[in-house]
């Protein structure tokens, strides 16, 4: 099946953002993968402060996401893996929509339009973490054209995980 996707926009996060994705990620299903439950709001407007900086030394941050009429959906976009273990030093395309938006291709969209933007500041690649329980957004990964690249443990957690990379210089990227 080869349907078109839908329309969407990405704007770099707003303080009022922060608001936004606090009440979307407030969902067990959309946080079953990132910890069972939404962090506190000062998490997010932290979050979403350090997205409009990296946006302005990077060029790219994890974008909100807007769907058709405009409202607030999610995030998706890519930023430094900051941490200690698995790809240091590497950029990372991540995405999270709220649970009423799921498999309508919201992300898949968003992150091909994500891919564009890396592309076009000069990212040469971008890997994604995923839990390797999390099907839906192993499928995301398929969609773009990533190669599942190791298998590790999360240090947290203990859960199996996987490590999705994509070459963004090479000449058949989709």
């Known amino acids: 099946m080869n349907r078109a996707l839908p329309d969407v926009r990405l704007r770099v996060p707003t ?57 607030v959906i999610g995030f998706t976009g890519a930023q430094p893996w900051e941490r200690s273990w698995g790809p240091a030093g590497e950029i990372e395309i991540g995405w999270r929509l709220g649970r009423e938006h799921w498999g309508k291709g919201y992300v898949t969209a968003a992150a091909q339009r994500t891919l564009e933007r890396m592309r076009e500041v000069g990212v040469p ?16 990964t398929q969609r773009l054209g990533m190669r599942l690249a190791e298998t590790f443990t999360t240090p947290a957690s203990q859960r199996a995980g996987h490590c999705y990379r994509l070459d963004l210089r090479a000449v058949d990227a989709p």
């Open 125 to 140: 690649g971008v890997v994604a973490m995923v839990d390797a329980r999390n099907s839906r957004s192993i499928a995301v």
């Open 15 to 71: 303080h009022e953002d922060a608001f936004a994705w606090h009440r979307i990620f407030d969902d067990p299903d959309v946080m079953e993968f990132h910890g069972g439950r939404a962090a506190e709001l000062s998490v997010y407007e932290e979050l979403t402060t350090r997205q409009r900086r990296h946006d302005a030394e990077l060029g790219f941050c994890l974008w909100t996401v807007l769907d058709e009429s405009g409202q």
